[in-house]
């Protein structure tokens, strides 16, 4: 197979994640895959960078392509930013990741929380370019407002006026923790991948 260079690899099999970012880069003229089905990455690092290194580099290393990861997480003040760099895993499902939170939040008036986002980029080496991070603080409300992924429809943005479930995605890529590490990330990936704007 003939390789393109403006091939680039998200390190996710995430479909609702690869959908998310292949529109938030949709300003430059990229082929966006995801991560070959048949690599497993085991999340072993101890902080969300470390875990965006990782994906990134193994993904590249394996496909040979540039190579985009990011690591995001929900962190709650009253939790001890629980559930953190757990947030995927907090629960084996959404319904029960958000029982959960609510739960452990039941009674408290302090529900200040942020989405945090990192992202790496690696070259076809397994090189690690750049890393861009991103938050978005909000609050975890008491029920859930509108239909989305993860902890999504309990986490109020207050400039937002809206849950995140509920941001099209325009709002997503100005006040959102992975909209804001994508937008610091792009003018490097433009540079990397020798693309114009045109």
């Known amino acids: 197979m003939t390789k393109t260079i403006n091939r680039l690899v998200i390190a996710s099999k995430n479909l609702h994640k690869i959908e998310e970012i292949t529109r938030m880069l949709a300003s430059i003229k990229i082929h966006i895959h995801p991560q070959p089905q048949d690599l497993e990455i085991e999340e072993t690092g101890c902080t969300y960078l470390e875990n965006s290194r990782l994906k990134a580099i193994t993904v590249a290393k394996f496909s040979g392509y540039w190579t985009l990861a990011d690591d995001s997480g929900l962190e709650v003040d009253a939790l ?4 953190g760099l757990y947030s995927g895993r ?6 029960s990741k958000i029982a959960r939170v609510l739960e452990e ?13 990192f992202m790496s980029l690696a070259s076809p080496k397994g090189e ?4 861009t991070q991103g938050m978005c603080k909000g609050e975890i409300l008491e029920a859930r407002y509108g239909i989305g992924p993860g902890y999504d429809s309990i986490f109020w943005v207050k400039e937002a006026n809206r849950t995140y479930a509920q941001m099209p995605l325009h709002l997503k890529q100005k006040l959102g923790s992975r909209g804001k590490a ?11 991948l020798c693309l114009s704007n045109n």
Not at 80 to 83: E, L, N, S, T, V
Not at 90 to 95: A, H, L
Not at 128 to 131: G, P, W
Request: proline share 5%; aromatic share 6%.
């Open 80 to 83: 001890g930013g629980a559930p």
């Open 90 to 95: 907090y629960e084996d499902d959404d319904e």
């Open 105 to 117: 939040l039941r009674g408290s008036p302090y529900r200040s929380a942020s989405l945090n986002t």
């Open 128 to 131: 690690i370019v750049v890393e």
């Open 182 to 192: 994508a937008r610091a990330i792009l003018s490097t990936l433009k540079h990397c």
